[in-house]
């Protein structure tokens, strides 16, 4: 790449400028002045610019994968435990995850290097639902969902209203779908539990209209060109 588009990709200056920067000396390759301005940077180049070291910006990724049980959604532990990043396997690119599954939940996480697509995201501000398939235990009833779709109070906070759906009852135990866009951390748990039905099992399903799918568990794909800027515009 050419040196004055690598500058300016690593957003120290504009193309222009980048090239008047050069002109005047004020950058360095390997620690020499570098006076020729269709320089091409190398791999393990080191490109300074009034003594600062610019770095490449990687190439934005971005993926889907099917979280397992028993990860951390982090990019390290220092319980040494596994984390979501361990899974991605082929991945060069340093991706981090877009909120956060507890260690004991399942499902689809999306995991990018692009810090403004992650925080977009995440915010609540933007309402994008994320979908949870929990079986807990008991029955669950119709009016326990009611109070769900008008939000609970479970302790440090009452949660916004959800879109609950009772899938079936089963042996002492009810499935239930439910949607909330905050996210707090805990939150679908605590809310069945402030309804006497705790967790036993809880898988997301779905973020926003970008469904799981056939993704198997612990695998992951990228997101496609319209899932990005689905979730962009969001
Ligand atoms: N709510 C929870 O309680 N746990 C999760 O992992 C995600 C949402």
Not at 33 to 53: A, S
Not at 107 to 133: C, Q, W
Request: aromatic share 8%; with cysteine.
């Amino acid at each position: 790449m050419r040196i004055n588009k690598y500058i300016a990709q690593a957003g120290v200056a504009s193309r222009r400028k980048a090239d008047e920067l050069i002109a005047s000396g004020k950058v360095k390759v390997n620690g020499s002045v570098m006076d020729v301005p269709g320089y091409d940077v190398q791999d393990g180049d080191i490109v300074t610019v009034e003594g600062k070291t610019i770095a490449e910006k990687e190439k934005p990724v971005y993926y889907l994968l099917n979280k397992p049980l028993g990860y951390i959604t982090s990019v390290s532990d220092d319980r040494e435990r596994l984390t979501v990043v361990d899974l991605m396997t082929d991945v060069t690119a340093r991706v981090f995850p877009v909120g956060r599954l507890d260690y004991n939940t399942s499902g689809i996480l999306i995991m990018t290097n692009d810090g403004d697509f992650a925080y977009h995201v995440s915010h609540p501000k933007h309402e994008i639902y994320k979908t949870y398939r929990a079986r807990v235990n008991g029955v669950f009833s119709e009016e326990k969902a009611r109070k769900l779709r008008k939000g609970v109070d479970v302790g440090p906070y009452v949660t916004k209203p959800a879109k609950v759906e009772i899938v079936k009852w089963d042996k002492g135990t009810t499935t239930v779908e439910v949607s909330i866009c905050e996210g707090k951390n805990h939150e679908v748990r605590d809310m069945f539990k402030t309804l006497g039905n705790p967790v036993l099992e809880l898988e997301r399903i779905a973020i926003g209209n970008i469904k799981i799918g056939r993704l198997l568990t612990g695998h992951y794909r990228k997101l496609t060109r319209e899932e990005i800027e689905y979730l962009r515009n969001a």
